[in-house]
């Protein structure tokens, strides 16, 4: 039995019309979260090059691989872990700099010939994100923006699927610290899959030499007031087709009646605080299990924050294990 399919809004950037694709966009961004874009001026040749030069780079050892570090959690080389087990990523933390490209490839050893082509990939796919991202931020009624001081996250990924893994989730279900992800499908993909209205997963209709435009967590925003929906858990029978509209839609929600009392939620905020006031040494005792699930430190791309992480907390050892490594006090543990 053939899988349902569903078709995604389509931006032609030849024949763009600014208020008729302003509401495209918005109604695609909004509700479905994502749209294609053709005709984007990216050759075929330049995407066809990239494809093979992408293989070559992921095909090297995995010892050469590590060797490409993190600026920022999963900037660098994302390997197959635990969570993820069939995913694999290696990344430049901002393509639109020469200097960064040039540092991935001395590090990896990547001959001059794919440098010249990730260049010209990068040089191009970053003009289109700065268009599109543009075009996303007025449709969304956000005025003055200006994105060409943010960064370029270029990753190349990879599924190591088999025959009998196929049918898994590629990578766990997330959302990426950025506006909006831009994404090349792979002829050897035979498609990507979504999720509807209904909570079942539906094929994405497939365009030849077109792009994926996501969104991602800061497009999540408030546009002309939006209310977050409440859902009473003390009521949940009666509140389910609130939650699964909310869910689907706007993608967040409130809980109250949520039996948590305010006393244990008074305490560990208080907790938290004396925990995150730590010198930086001891917080960096708070290693990964994977990425990003330990101690992340402010860095270029969030200067402001700072998390510390138990990777599994539903098991008391882990929370013991935390609190060991840290010197935390029993009263906060």
Not at 98 to 111: F, P, R, W
Not at 199 to 224: G, P, Y
Not at 293 to 320: R, V
Request: with cysteine.
């Amino acid at each position: 039995m053939a899988m349902e399919e569903i078709s995604v809004p389509v931006i032609d950037l030849e024949k763009y019309e600014a208020e008729k694709e302003k509401l495209i966009i918005r109604v695609a961004v909004v509700g479905l979260g994502c749209f294609r874009v053709i005709n984007h001026g990216i050759t075929k040749t330049i995407i066809a090059n990239m494809k093979v030069s992408a293989r070559n780079i992921l095909e090297l050892s995995s010892e050469v691989k590590h060797r490409n570090t993190d600026v920022i959690p999963r900037s660098g080389y994302v390997y197959p872990n635990r969570l993820n087990p069939f995913f694999e990523s290696l990344g430049i933390y901002d393509a639109k700099s020469t200097a960064g490209i040039h540092a991935l490839c001395s590090c990896l050893g990547i001959s001059s010939h794919d440098i010249e082509i990730l260049s010209t990939y990068a040089s191009a796919l970053h003009g289109l994100i700065m268009n599109l991202a543009s075009k996303i931020a007025k449709g969304l009624g956000i005025v003055d923006s200006s994105f060409q001081e943010w960064s370029f996250h270029l990753p190349m990924n990879r599924y190591n699927f088999t025959k009998e893994t196929i049918v898994h989730y590629g990578a766990n279900v997330h959302t990426d610290n950025s506006f909006i992800n831009d994404i090349l499908e792979d002829e050897s993909n035979e498609r990507f899959e979504m999720m509807n209205s209904n909570r079942n997963f539906v094929a994405v209709n497939q365009v030849s030499e077109t792009f994926i435009i996501n969104r991602s967590r800061l497009v999540i925003i408030e546009v002309e007031g939006i209310l977050v929906p409440i859902i009473d858990l003390a009521k949940f029978e009666v509140e389910k087709e609130k939650l699964r509209s909310a869910v689907v839609g706007l993608g967040c929600f409130r809980v109250i009646n949520h039996r948590i009392h305010d006393a244990i939620i008074a305490d560990m905020k208080a907790s938290a605080r004396n925990i995150l006031e730590l010198p930086s040494e001891v917080k960096h005792c708070n290693i990964n299990i994977i990425p990003g699930s330990g101690y992340i430190h402010p860095n270029l791309f969030s200067p402001l924050f700072q998390s510390l992480g138990i990777y599994d907390a539903n098991s008391t050892a882990n929370i013991h294990a935390f609190c060991s490594c840290l010197g935390i006090s029993s009263h906060d543990m």
